[in-house]
């Protein structure tokens, strides 16, 4: 969508359009909703965050200023206030480590895997089946190893990692979003790769 | 530190924070990278070490969940002005992101030990009425004048 479209779209959200707003919230909520994924742990909250972003957007559209920032940035700005609101309040209110959050996690998954009865029906599966799930669960461990790695890192090196790698802004956008200087968004990111691949390297 | 030093060391600093995908290097110094790139077989190690970490982030996948028809509609059923509540939550994360900014810290810092040091000199220092005791002090430290 060109940033011309988009200040149009806005302006006629300002104005109580629905049309331009679900056109908007369909170009932007995936985004949002992956990046809150991304810094958070809990699936719900993260969507919780998305859809009180986009709220933000039809409450607030008239504070969006396009000559300054794409509307992606501006969104982005409003999830990682949340998100970092969320985070600090939880730090503050129950000192528990990620990834004893992570492990309660897959407790959960575990749990849910047992109730459905598939544990009995993984053992009778044939061979063939068994090695293909032998190669996607290293798969998965690779994943998941890399998801702990991630989640590991301090948040505004997690935080500065996730804008440019997965939601694809630029320096300066990240800059603006995190409210730092480019300077600075290019050190977290330098640190960020560092600890993730030094943490990689630890569990290989 | 000669120009071809500097340039070397900016390519590795770039290829540490963005990665090997040059897409996302800064757009004004992509081609004098690339060139630093063809130059030096360390930088392309160095390429090749983040390519593969590239890979590794690249499989990370998070799927969104939410149906933005089903989003949109719900909002849009909220009134677009703000209420008495949310007003309040503005100013208050107004004044988080300012206190999340670093540049009050020093300042604040500097102006609580000045504080400090005013306090501690006004209620722990007496003025002295008794010159000849300090002189006498100033005399044993420094040697009394012949």
Redesign the interface.
């Known amino acids: 969508m060109k940033a011309g479209e988009e200040a149009q779209l806005v302006a006629l959200v300002t104005q109580g359009d629905s049309r331009a707003f679900a056109e908007l919230v369909q170009h932007h909520l995936p985004a949002i909703e992956t990046y809150a994924r991304r810094i958070l742990v809990d699936e719900s909250l993260a969507q919780d965050i998305a859809q009180d972003t986009l709220l933000v957007l039809w409450q607030r559209s008239a504070e969006f200023q396009p000559e300054k920032a794409r509307l992606t940035t501006w969104l982005h700005r409003v999830a990682h206030n949340r998100c970092i609101d969320f985070l600090r309040r939880q730090k503050r209110e129950t000192p528990i480590a990620l990834h004893e959050i992570v492990a309660r996690q897959e407790g959960t998954a575990n749990t849910v895997c047992q109730v459905s009865g598939e544990v009995s029906e993984i053992a009778s599966l044939p061979l063939q089946a068994s090695a293909i799930s032998e190669a996607s669960s290293a798969s998965d461990a690779r994943i998941s190893s890399l998801d702990a790695a991630l989640r590991q890192l301090p948040e505004s090196q997690r935080t500065a990692l996730v804008l440019t790698y997965y939601q694809n802004l630029s320096n300066r956008e990240v800059a603006t979003v995190i409210n730092a200087s480019t300077r600075a968004v290019e050190s977290l990111l330098c640190r960020a790769r560092s600890n993730l691949k030094k943490q990689l390297e630890s569990q290989q | 530190m000669s120009p071809e030093q500097k340039l070397y060391e900016r390519a590795f ?1 770039i290829i ?4 090997a995908d040059r897409a ?1 290097w ?1 757009e004004q110094e992509r081609s004098a990278i690339e060139q630093a790139i063809v130059k030096s077989p360390k930088l392309q190690a160095h390429l090749q ?2 390519a593969a ?1 590239d890979a ?2 690249k ?2 996948e ?5 149906s ?2 089903i ?6 059923a ?5 209420t008495r509540a ?1 007003w309040l939550q ?1 100013q208050l ?1 107004g004044l ?2 300012w206190t ?2 670093a540049f009050w810290k020093p300042v604040f810092a500097a102006s609580f030990v000045f504080l400090i040091g005013v306090g501690a000199g006004t209620v722990a220092l007496e003025p002295v009425e008794d010159w000849s005791q300090a002189e006498h002090l100033s005399f044993a430290l420094i040697g009394e004048e012949q």
Do not use: C, N
């Open positions: 600093e540490e924070a963005y990665g996302r800064p070490v983040h970490l590794s982030l499989s990370l998070v799927r969104p969940r939410l933005p028809e989003v949109a509609q719900q909002i849009v909220h009134p677009q002005r703000i949310q503005l994360e988080t992101e999340a900014a």
